[in-house]
């Protein structure tokens, strides 16, 4: 590392409102021993702004997981720039990680930044001070908790899988799991602060499906209620064990990203194994309904190749679920993404690229096959119609 370890970290606005601990954030404090580290988050405006007069000739880092973050990265930047000529600024994140060169900022980290090997990385516990002031925003991962004392956590980093319109394989490497022992001692920590109710973030947590029953059994041991909001592989339920262990255990919810209900749409999306039949769908949603877990599901639409009846099947592949949630998400070109790469290649969206409007709300890409505008009409007029 160039530079020293940033005093100041400052967690961006993120889109959406739910507002979380930034498991990176507070992962870096814990593993930056000989630095004194303030965690500025600006969802909650806390603690007080900092004052950059008490920090000049220090360095200040930058958290920009999201590409819709890039203009206020850019903001933050210049003004310490601008006004104070000796402060250091460091950016890193995911999208921060897909730019070579960021105006205002000295140097970008383009991976995980605690400058440890993996299994040197000591679990970050955020103190009981910080947790209360997110659990008085009342803002949890998708709006969605079984208790009011809750936090996120992550038990291991990094997919092999290869799906183009994930660039986070890119950034966080293979996957790499933490030991169950260092697991055991953050869980305990946070429950003796409280904590009832933990949020599984992992881009693959059932990757290895025994450790996962192993993570399902020290969970129930410590009486932690917990679901997994970011994910969780569908295929990870063809493993006789799991739903046997989820039965009576202290899982409350899953999300469940089937992505799309089109074999053709998730050849585009080279998403292999994680494409399944509805009537397998169907059962497991049934199944899991019988056991008293909540299910979530995430489907992708607008994905270019993707016909107005690759579309619809998706849409109907949705509803026929009896699913507690149903999230339709627009097919974003993230930076660092196969998806990205082949929209700007082909001309699918506008160059330079607008980074504000890359959301999994609007879209931007138009193709031969489906125009932005048609893909939002479909997304409106599905919500119009079976999201009451």
Known sequence: MTYHEPTVLIKLREPGSCYVPSIGLWSLKANWHHA?????????????????????????????????????????????????????????GAHAATLDCIPYVDQVFKGFSEGLAFDQ?????????????????????????????????????????????????????????????????????????????????????????????DLIRLLKDLRLHWSCPNGIAVQTFFHSGIVRALDHSTCWRVSLPFETGSLHTAQLMRIGPKFVEWTYADSLVKTLRKIKIKTAGFFLIGYPGETEEDVLMTLRYANALDLDDTYIYIATPYPGSALYTECVNKGYIETPVDYAALTYTQCIVNTPWLSAKRVVELRDQDRKENRK
């Open 121 to 213: 990385i000591e679990l970050p516990v955020v103190p009981r001070y910080a947790l209360e002031r997110y659990w008085h925003s009342n803002r949890p991962h998708n709006l969605k908790s079984k208790t009011k004392r809750w936090v996120p956590i992550e038990t291991s980093r990094g997919c092999d899988g290869h799906c183009t319109y994930c660039g986070m394989p890119r950034f966080a490497g293979r996957w790499k799991g933490f030991s169950l022992d260092k697991l055991k001692t953050q869980l305990q920590a946070y429950k003796d602060l409280g904590v009832k109710e933990v949020f599984i973030e992992d881009d693959n947590v059932s990757y290895y499906k025994d450790r996962f029953l």
């Open 36 to 92: 004194d580290v303030t965690i500025f988050d600006d969802h909650l405006h806390w603690p007080l702004r900092p004052r950059w007069d008490e920090i000049d000739g220090h360095t200040v880092g930058l958290s920009a997981q999201f590409s819709c973050q890039h203009d206020e990265m850019l903001a933050w930047a210049k003004e310490l720039k601008t006004n104070y000529r000796n402060v250091k600024v460091i950016a890193g």
